[in-house]
């Protein structure tokens, strides 16, 4: 598997999730991504990462709730997501930059995950 995310749920309004993106290691140079997407919406930026655990971006919505980070020697990515919202509610999707840092473009990115849902009730 290229790359695996998980940790999804229903959870209520106000509660917290993290999701684990978990990558092979040959993409250990690459930054990695968080896009989502919601149903009847286009996937859209989340947050992004540099290969060595810097240069996080966000998008606007999620700017002070969502942090992401990396654990290099487990090859793994993760999003805590606090203070979740009903606009939240996506499938959540990991991605492999193409570039050592992460960017906001889904051209950006050369592999995906499979997805994971995030569902958060009001």
Request: glycine content about 14%; hydrophobic content about 30%; proline content about 2%.
């Amino acid at each position: 598997v290229q790359l695996q995310a998980s940790g999804g749920g229903l959870v209520q309004a106000g509660d917290s999730l993290r999701l684990s993106c978990a990558a092979a290691r040959r993409f250990s140079n690459n930054g990695v991504g968080w896009f989502r997407q919601a149903p009847g919406k286009e996937r859209e930026f989340v947050a992004a990462i540099g290969w060595n655990g810097g240069n996080p971006s966000y998008a606007d919505s999620v700017k002070g709730r969502f942090t992401i980070s990396r654990d290099r020697l487990k090859n793994t990515v993760y999003l805590q997501m606090n203070t979740l919202k009903p606009e939240d509610t996506a499938v959540y999707y990991c991605a492999s930059s193409i570039r050592a840092y992460g960017g906001q473009s889904q051209g950006d990115y050369s592999y995906w995950g499979q997805g994971t849902q995030v569902t958060v009730s009001s």
